[in-house]
């Protein structure tokens, strides 16, 4: 652990490691001005700045570290490296005057949250365009799908605050992995996890060995926020979050609670039908809808898991774009596959049936 003693000049220099594994040969020195602080929360800080050596922009997540456990998001963010997820570029320790020890993460820039973004039509009155949250999401998609298969990695708080992008490029970036996780069959993990309006309902039901859809079920909310421009499950606290929930899917069954908790005894809930969901997205067409069925579905082995989204229909508008859509989008790279690291957990045949749905049709 390197001791950086906080400095108040205007260039900062530092000692730092780079970020992916493997590069932590040593560390090397790099320098930034000081900034203000841009971002605050339970974590930390972040600001940003720009790294004098290479020009490049950056963000500084800043945490308070525990010095009996290693840091876990910056181990998982070693292993990842995927176009739609923040890239970890360096990181380094600091000593605060009191002894207190800080973990810096320098982290990619973005100009904006998915959240800012949608506040922006909101304030106006106005609608996200239906093909940017198209494209959002499919990116967002294929950050899970590396995630949950490459990496083995869950992220448990999606939500639109962790989602950074460009509203020129529509770019999307998955960001904050302070609380995921690499789930593990045999080790039970917290169920008090995830923000409140995005918690997926074996969490509220309290499982402890659930699956990455909890990532699915967060991602289908997000969308829903952007199609109707607020939360669709606004809940106050872990219940009423359910009572939400429970007024648009309707009760669940026995069946399904089993499904979310198996060691859930309580069932007694008043019968509610459900509402179809053609009704909550009167404005939306068959496919945006089928979607949403079927990323909020109940039972987590039901909800699609995040290769099954990239898959649905909803997607085609993008994946065999039209020379409209080239138009509208500058950077279609956005969209395209790494086949040996996106699905490489998929055996031949699987791949060559992939590949037959996502191959696009741009060029």
């Known amino acids: 652990m390197m001791n950086v003693e906080i400095t108040n000049e205007a260039v900062v220099h530092k000692q730092v490691y780079v970020g992916h594994a493997s590069g932590d040969s040593g560390p090397i020195e790099i320098s930034y001005p000081t900034t203000e602080v841009v971002g605050h929360g339970s974590f930390g800080v972040v600001f940003t700045t720009t790294i004098e050596q290479t020009g490049e922009m950056v963000a500084i997540k800043k945490v308070l570290q525990d010095r009996r456990f290693k840091n876990r998001e910056l181990e998982i963010m070693k292993l990842l490296q995927h176009r739609n997820v923040i890239d970890l570029k360096y990181y380094f320790y600091e000593k605060d005057p009191h002894g207190d020890v800080y973990l810096n993460l320098i982290l990619d820039f973005m100009p904006q949250s998915l959240y800012q973004r949608l506040r922006h039509f909101v304030h106006l009155s106005s609608v996200m365009p239906r093909l940017e949250i198209k494209c959002y999401m499919y990116q967002l998609f294929k950050a899970l799908n590396y995630l949950h298969h490459h990496a083995n990695v869950c992220h448990r708080d999606i939500k639109p605050q ?202």
């Open 162 to 363: 962790n989602l950074l992008v460009d509203p020129q490029s529509w770019e999307l970036k998955l960001c904050d992995f302070g609380s995921a996780k690499q789930l593990k069959p045999a080790e039970p993990n917290v169920s008090y996890i995830c923000s409140r309006y995005y918690r997926a309902p074996e969490l509220i039901f309290g499982a402890t060995n659930y699956l990455n859809q909890i990532d699915v079920w967060s991602s289908g909310c997000v969308m829903a926020e952007l199609l109707l421009g607020q939360p669709m499950f606004p809940g106050e606290s872990g219940i009423d979050q359910l009572v939400e929930i429970i007024k648009i899917l309707g009760t669940p069954s026995k069946q399904e609670i089993c499904a979310m908790n198996p060691n859930y005894m309580e069932h007694k809930f008043p019968q509610i039908k459900p509402i179809p969901l053609s009704k909550v997205f009167k404005k939306e067409d068959e496919p945006t809808v089928k979607f949403l069925t079927n990323t909020l579905k109940y039972d987590p082995l039901e909800r699609f898991n995040s290769l099954q989204c990239l898959c649905a229909t909803y997607f085609d508008e993008i994946r065999f774009a039209t020379e409209d859509f080239k138009r509208i989008v500058d950077n279609l790279q956005l969209l395209k596959f790494d086949y040996e690291t996106e699905l490489g957990h998929l055996t031949q045949d699987q791949l060559a049936a992939v590949k037959l749905k996502l191959t696009p049709n741009i060029i």
